[in-house]
């Protein structure tokens, strides 16, 4: 559904069959609600909390500056008294009301080359890499403290043990803790979902299955396949893993696909693959991200048969084999 229908939907316009349409959309999946949520709190989040405000005009407002390229980082907090603020009168609870418990307590998410850091309600520590959205559930911290991930982030758990911190995927694989130190990885584009533990215990959970979870101990990798459903648990060095926290990326012997996803995160541009023999290449280095792109492209070439040029037309970087 087009960002623009929901947008509508939101501000309560409509007739009676296209506000239901929207209602049946989101109720579909889950992914679906995420993205209805992202939607209004992106919306909700631009204009003061003021009755008298004029929301149409304040979104064109938004509209113009966003094309004009501001807005480069945002950050999402919605709560319900902000929501009942902007919309009191417009008819958006009588229509929708049983959507309201959707919403996120909030959205946070870092554009791609940039990284956030968070700490939620109950004290918890979340380090955003590039391209990532966390959203916090709307009873985070009362029965349990519940999140969804996609993409990257470094948790740093306060233990509570009457309440599990948990991580929901979009693969419908979830972490379980109760206080510990983990890495995971879990962007939509990718095959795989990596949870790296480096302090504590997590336990791996799939709704799909009746078994009990995969327990994951210190300097331990799961890999979830998507594709071929199923767990690989492998000992790691869990501070090449974590490292991009700290602004470097550390590859070590890594598939050049998976590489160049990173890179492509970090520095939001586009690398693309001319030549397939390059797809079965492996990469192993060092990138600070102060490191300029085209340097780290440069050092691709020096290590490995491959040469890279810019088109300029399509601002993209392609990447063929050097006879």
Wanted: net charge neutral.
């Amino acid at each position: 559904m087009r960002k623009e229908d929901l947008i509508q939907f939101i501000k309560g316009s409509g007739n009676k069959r296209f506000q239901q349409s929207v209602i049946d959309w989101v109720k579909t999946s889950p992914e679906n609600r995420r993205y209805y949520n992202r939607v209004k709190a992106d919306y909700v989040s631009k204009f003061q909390v003021d009755h008298h405000i004029d929301i149409d005009k304040e979104f064109d407002r938004f509209l113009v500056r966003k094309q004009q390229g501001h807005n480069q980082r945002i950050f999402f907090k919605v709560a319900s008294v902000i929501v009942l603020a902007l919309l009191a009168g417009g008819g958006w609870f009588l229509t929708k009301a049983d959507l309201s418990s959707t919403t996120p307590l909030a959205v946070y998410e870092a554009q791609p080359s940039l990284m956030e850091e968070i700490t939620l309600p109950d004290g918890s520590k979340v380090s955003l890499n590039s391209g990532s959205i966390i959203e916090i559930a709307d009873d985070f911290n009362k029965s349990n403290r519940e999140v969804y991930l996609e993409g990257e982030a470094f948790f740093e758990v306060e233990r509570d043990e009457a309440r599990p911190f948990v991580v929901s995927t979009s693969s419908d694989l979830k972490v379980r803790v109760l206080g510990t130190s983990f890495n995971v990885k879990s962007y939509k584009t990718d095959q795989t979902i990596e949870t790296t533990l480096v302090s504590g215990k997590v336990e791996l959970l799939q709704n799909n299955r009746k078994k009990s979870g995969i327990a994951l101990f210190p300097n331990q990798k799961a890999t979830f396949d998507k594709v071929e459903d199923r767990i690989n648990i492998e000992k790691v060095s869990t501070f090449n893993i974590t490292s991009w926290k700290d602004g470097v990326l550390i590859f070590d012997n890594e598939p050049i696909q998976n590489v160049l996803n990173s890179l492509e995160r970090w520095y939001d541009v586009e690398i693309k693959i001319k030549d397939s023999v390059i797809s079965t290449y492996t990469f192993s280095g060092k990138v600070k991200r102060k490191t300029d792109i085209e340097e780290v492209l440069e050092l691709l070439e020096a290590s490995s048969p491959i040469k890279y040029h810019l088109n300029e037309k399509q601002k993209t970087f392609i990447l063929s084999k050097n006879n």
